[in-house]
């Protein structure tokens, strides 16, 4: 019974935590989205996939990326590595939280895939770009330079 309850509680804890982010939420349109990538980080080929976008208060996707166990999983090389690490987190924060604002970076310059997340602050006009290593849970702002996580001319996926 005390299983069976715990779960129970966590499955409630992670439906009312869905519900409050998605209720924090603003949709931006995707030139919106075109337009902010293209301030906020160095030049890159963009690939959107959706016409609108759900973006998250910052205080809320960090609360979605507390929940995942992402960096938890084991790296295997050549089978489950940067690549399948940041598209399986992509789609947990899709199917999870309903957020598409989360974007997979394929870095052949770094030879690494990572992902970039997209929040805001209160407002559509306080929109920020955060770069985001899934098998860290690390989140940083792309200004920051860091060899590894090269975005100039790599290929982005939105």
């Keep these: 019974m005390g299983l069976l309850r715990g779960g129970k509680v966590k499955f409630l804890k992670k439906l ?23 301030e906020q980080l160095p030049e890159h ?7 609108k976008y759900q973006i998250p208060h910052i205080d809320d996707l960090e609360k979605a990326i507390d929940e ?21 987190f992509h789609s947990i924060l899709a199917l999870e939280y309903s957020y598409n604002g989360c974007g997979i970076v394929i870095s052949f310059a770094s030879k690494h895939a990572f992902n970039i997340l997209i929040s805001h602050r209160g407002s559509r006009y306080n929109l920020q770009v955060h770069v985001f290593e899934p098998q860290s849970d690390k989140m940083w702002m792309p200004d ?15």
Excluded: A
């Design 144 to 158: 920051t330079k860091k060899d590894k996580y090269i975005i100039k001319d790599q290929i982005i996926l939105i």
């Design 68 to 88: 995942t166990v992402i960096d938890e999983l084991d790296w295997v090389k050549n089978t489950f590595d940067c690549d399948d690490i940041s598209m399986h």
């Design 16 to 38: 009312l935590n869905k519900h409050r982010i998605n209720r924090n939420k603003i949709e931006i349109s995707q030139s919106k989205l075109v337009d902010l990538l293209n």
């Design 45 to 51: 080929k963009l690939l959107p996939l959706d016409g």
